[in-house]
Structures are given as structure tokens and as C-alpha cells.
């Protein structure tokens, strides 16, 4: 892109068909002159890279100037590829049901292993007379109670009484 190319727009201009890929959208404010503050954390990395950016290209007269502009060409990007952000979110949302139902199937899996071993534990330590033991095993047990979903709290707790 040639400096012929590059010029810096004074407003927005992209609701009627203004958009330019080529032009700088660095403006601060709206028409009415009206504006919000957003504060944004970015790793190291980019914010040295946005430093050299504003550094080099000098209608960027600061690191504000260049996000300000990826965001209005990030957002043309999206309108104009068709994306649904809506769609995007319901994705989203979708994945983290899933997350969230894989994570108490693993969840299931682990209490009905600890079932099976609770009840091994108990037989052998009764088969041993392992009074001991067993009066720590179910005092460890109890504890971890109000954590296990209340089949497996309810199925250890008559393991452990029974």
C-alpha cells in the first residue's frame, strides 16, 4: 500500500457504504463529539508490536489511533462475512454445556470408581479386624461427602454406617 493510498478519515463514515480498507479510522469521538474509555490488557508481545506500528506509520499518533482502527475494520470484516455473532455466541454457549457435561460424566466415573474401592477397603479391613483403619477411612470419607453428588454421598455414606 502507497502513502497515496493512505489517508486518515476525520469520522467513521462506514454506516453508508464509506468503508475503505484502505483508510484510517482513528477518530475518538462521534459526531456529537461523544466517546467512552475502554481499557484493554495485552500481552507484552503485541503491545511492542502496536509501539512500533504507531512508531513507523505516522498517521497513528498513538497506540489508541491503531486499535481504534483494527476495531472498525475487524467489525466491517465480520458484517461483511456473513458472521452471526449471535450464532457465535450460541456456539459458545453450546461448548460450555458440553464442557460442562463431559466434566460430571468424568466427575460420575471417579465417584463410582471410589464406590467400588470404598467397599473393597471396607471388606478388607473388616476381614483383617482393622478397627483402626476403619474409623479413619470413614472419617475421610465423611468429610469429602458434601463434594460427591448426592447418589454417590448417599451409597458411601450407607457403605461406611452399614
Do not use: C
Request: proline share 3%; net charge negative.
Amino acid at each position: 500500500m502507497d502513502d497515496k493510498h493512505l489517508k486518515s478519515v476525520p469520522a467513521w463514515g462506514t454506516d453508508a457504504g464509506g468503508y475503505s480498507l484502505d483508510e484510517f479510522y482513528t477518530r475518538a469521538t462521534n459526531q456529537h463529539d461523544h466517546s467512552r474509555s475502554i481499557r484493554v490488557h495485552l500481552p507484552p508481545d503485541l503491545s511492542g508490536r502496536i509501539a512500533k506500528v504507531v512508531e513507523d506509520v505516522p498517521l497513528y499518533r498513538n497506540t489508541s489511533d491503531l486499535i481504534r482502527d483494527a476495531i472498525v475494520h475487524r467489525l466491517h470484516y465480520l458484517d461483511e462475512s456473513g458472521y452471526d455473532l449471535k450464532l457465535i455466541r450460541d456456539a459458545q454457549a453450546m461448548e460450555m454445556v458440553m464442557s460442562r457435561m463431559e466434566a460430571q460424566v468424568e466427575r460420575n466415573k471417579i465417584q463410582e470408581q471410589m464406590i467400588v474401592n470404598l467397599k473393597e477397603s471396607i471388606a478388607q479391613a473388616r476381614a483383617l479386624n482393622q478397627m483402626e483403619y476403619l474409623e479413619d477411612l470413614k472419617e475421610q470419607v465423611m468429610d469429602l461427602l458434601p463434594t460427591m453428588s448426592a447418589h454417590y454421598a448417599e451409597e458411601a455414606r450407607k457403605l461406611l454406617l452399614g
